[in-house]
């Protein structure tokens, strides 16, 4: 089996790293030469090119069990948007038939879906985001789709939550650095999901999912960002950050506040995940970063 990692960065390495263990024959795009070591070492065969550009992939062999779009942009500006959802999209497209690409997957975001009232969401709400980020998100889903059956043999869709893991974790990192959460923060629904869990979830999808097909990829439990910040507390036995300065927040109150679902993706495909709540796959980061108290093995938590 020989496979394509296009954006092989903190999800895809991941990944690639995954395929490798499992004798798979992996091949991993970058635009520099960054990570060729990590790369290498996690037996990923490194290719640099730019996919934004026509011909992006002219060094590259054709006949390709399956290919991941994974692609994220460096920062996170409307502009490093579009180079990796519409352009990176539109030329990976335009050389997927030349590769003789099988299977596809392409790595979305819950960001798609419209709610912003707390509700639950599964993958049959509307897909209809209000901000520019979330239309190119939506918009590359569209295309990877109308490709099944035509440029690729297959495409298949993952809509991902707020990924933490080794090294990323946005509210676990302001927990231990700050700013605190404001009275408006504590309440907001967020959703999460652990790298492991993501790669897991890809490989189930791309093994088993039906042409087309699109799931959710998230943990079992959607938390309240104040029950998270309390239970950190209580754990490692210490108070939240400061508070934040004024005006140093943007007030988006409703920005991602829904629940997501990942029924379908248990359901269907019988995808369980490592780590099922924030709880365990918080207290595996804690010890490996040194700060679970009496640190241990296991991902047991107390």
């Known amino acids: ?85 519409d352009w990176g999209v539109r030329r990976v497209l335009e050389e997927a038939g030349r590769l003789g690409v099988r299977r596809a997957l392409y790595t979305s975001s819950t960001g798609v879906y419209a709610a912003t009232g707390g509700e639950w969401v599964d993958e049959d709400s509307p897909a209809e985001p209000t901000d520019e980020k979330g239309r190119l998100l939506r918009a590359a889903e569209v295309r990877w789709l109308e490709a099944g059956g035509s440029v690729v043999e ?87 950050p400061p508070p934040p300065a004024a005006g140093a927040l943007p007030a988006r109150r409703n920005a991602g506040h829904k629940r997501v679902s990942n029924a379908r993706l248990k359901e269907e495909l019988h995808w369980r995940p490592r780590y099922p709540t924030y709880r365990e796959g918080y207290a595996a980061e804690l010890r490996r970063m040194g700060l679970w108290p009496g640190a241990g093995g296991g991902d047991a938590v107390p």
Not at 6 to 29: H, I, N, P
Not at 187 to 216: C, F, K, M
């Open 1 to 85: 089996m020989k496979t394509l990692i296009v954006g092989c960065g903190y999800l895809g390495l991941a990944l690639g790293a995954e395929w490798v263990r499992r004798g798979v024959e992996v091949w991993g795009v970058r635009r520099t030469s960054a990570a060729d070591e990590a790369m290498r070492e996690a037996g990923i065969r490194p290719v640099h090119a730019d996919v934004t550009r026509p011909g992006w992939s002219a060094a590259l062999p054709s006949g390709w069990d399956a290919l991941v779009y994974c692609a994220a942009p460096g920062r996170g500006g409307q502009e490093d948007y579009r180079a990796v959802y």
């Open 154 to 240: 297959s495409a298949v869709i993952v809509r991902i939550s707020g990924m933490y893991g080794a090294g990323r974790g946005y509210y676990l990192r302001r927990f231990l650095e700050g700013p605190a959460l404001e009275a408006w923060e504590r309440e907001r629904w967020v959703n999460q999901v652990h790298r492991d869990d993501v790669v897991s979830a890809v490989l189930t999808v791309l093994e088993s999912a039906p042409a087309g097909r699109i799931y959710n990829v998230s943990d079992d439990e959607p938390a309240r960002l104040g029950e998270i910040f309390d239970w950190l507390a209580a754990r490692l036995g210490r108070g939240g």
